[in-house]
């Protein structure tokens, strides 16, 4: 087992493999732009250093000076923790060529499965079913035209190097796709370095659902129950929660099925998450893979009474996998997360947190590295909490979120909060009946909270 760690990242989630740290004993190096001199990483871990200005270009994606900063502090690994430089595959080969170990799957895993178009090659030769779609990346638009006429519109635009909704349009006539497909280029550009596309179709009142992988460097795999993610802005997660409310007991067999068996095939190491859509037939289709924690680990750690940070680090380490294929998950878990932002227009609201009360209780979980005279600040990424519950069952599981929400007080800035509220008191979200589309559909239809007059 590692003597120290350093952590790659800011907010919750460095908080969050902090605390897994400690309690496994381990020391910890916490890195921080200049304007995190306050956060509670940075205050919270064992040793700190300063790795550059607000700019993550300068700082958090700055591999020379967080590669400096672990030799300095005699650090043996480095978990990334997610986004930032978590799917960089140079920075897995620059952590190994340095002596320090990269908490994480192989870089030649990271390689296969960023690069989403080949992703989806290598799990067809896994006997994954995918989309229909290009072969190979899009070099242009008479060739993205030509495929979308044989497919059948709607078609979605993806960046073939990252995910997380950037580089991604969903396109439903040959009209939009000259719109959007330049859009779509330099926006999977100025994210991933790479304008390269792919192409595929479009799913209607599809389900997002992703699986989570636990494989340990012994050639173990073991594939946890799914996590439900259709709740979503802009390809950007708010609500996750588990077991699916909408997956039949068959579908999920053969889904966990499928997903350890593709993750044997590429001998994937470390966690990882095969994210599906499911159509309303109950037939899925790979979607890609993210080769790290997933922001929504917890709601996997709530239904299993697990703590996988702990285990990624014992794995990293050369341990075999503590899990067991008879461990079952239990009851209800749900997911919100809280933005720092603007509920009427999706504006981020960074700021000073003037006062500030989490919700607690039997079955509440808060992940957050904010507190009472904080500020936010208005270079990152605007999530600001993630509160998760769980209950014997899904009815209890949203009541006992919805009082959560309720007790949770933010002053001094705006968030989501209100709009949570709306979602969760629902009549599709309280039957299950909802996809992938539904929020478009709710905001759409006026249901969003409104800004009050004055």
Not at 71 to 78: Q, V
Not at 117 to 139: D, F, H, Y
Not at 324 to 330: H, N, R
């Amino acid at each position: 087992m590692f003597s120290k760690i350093l952590i790659a990242n800011r907010g919750e989630i460095a908080l969050r493999i902090i605390r897994a740290a400690k309690e496994l004993g381990i020391k910890t190096v916490a890195v921080y732009s200049e304007p995190d001199r306050e956060s509670l990483h940075t205050l919270l871990a064992d040793e700190r250093v300063c790795i550059g200005p607000a700019p993550a270009s300068e700082s958090y994606l700055n591999i020379p000076n967080i590669i400096s900063a672990a030799e300095i502090t005699k650090a043996e690994a480095i978990h990334p923790g997610y986004g930032f430089l978590a799917e960089n595959p140079r920075f897995a080969e620059i952590c190994e060529a340095e002596g320090l170990v990269f908490i994480g799957p192989p870089a030649s895993i990271i390689k296969l499965m960023g690069d989403k178009n080949q992703a989806r090659q290598e799990m067809k030769k896994a006997k994954l079913p995918i989309i229909p779609g290009s072969q190979n990346v899009i070099e242009d638009f008479q060739e993205a035209k030509k495929l979308a006429q044989k497919i059948g519109y709607p078609i979605i635009l993806k960046a073939a190097s990252g995910g997380g909704g950037k580089g991604m349009r969903i396109v439903t006539s040959p009209r939009q796709l000259e719109e959007q497909f330049s859009i779509a280029q330099s926006e999977a550009q100025a994210a991933f370095g790479n304008p390269a596309l792919y192409l595929e179709k479009f799913l209607v009142s599809a389900r997002h659902i992703e699986i989570q992988i636990v494989a340990d460097k012994h050639g173990r795999v073991l594939a946890l129950e799914e996590r439900e993610c259709s709740i979503q802005r802009k390809h950007q997660k708010l609500i996750e929660e588990s077991p699916s409310p909408f997956l039949q007991a068959k579908t999920r067999k053969r889904m966990l099925r499928a997903a350890e068996e593709a993750a044997k095939a590429i001998g994937y190491q470390s966690l990882g998450t095969f994210e599906f859509l499911v159509d309303q037939d109950q037939k899925f289709y790979f979607m890609e893979a993210n080769t790290r924690i997933q922001v929504e680990h917890p709601v996997t750690e709530m239904q299993y009474n697990l703590d996988l940070i702990k285990e990624q680090i014992r794995l990293a380490s050369g341990e075999k996998l503590s899990l067991s294929p008879s461990q079952l998950p239990q009851g209800h878990s749900l997911e919100c997360r809280i933005n720092a932002e603007d509920p009427h227009n999706f504006v981020p609201s960074p700021g000073k947190i003037d006062f500030l009360v989490f919700p607690g209780g039997p079955g509440v979980r808060v992940d957050s590295a904010a507190y009472s005279g904080w500020t936010v600040p208005p270079y990152y990424d605007s999530l600001l909490a993630k509160i998760i519950v769980h209950a014997p069952t899904r009815q209890e599981a949203i009541t006992k979120m919805y009082t959560a929400l309720e007790t949770m007080t933010i002053v001094g800035i705006k968030t989501n909060l209100p709009l949570h509220l709306k979602i969760l008191s629902s009549t599709d979200f309280l039957s299950g009946r909802y996809d992938i589309q539904f929020l478009e559909r709710f905001l759409a239809q006026g249901k969003a909270p409104q800004p009050k007059k004055a």
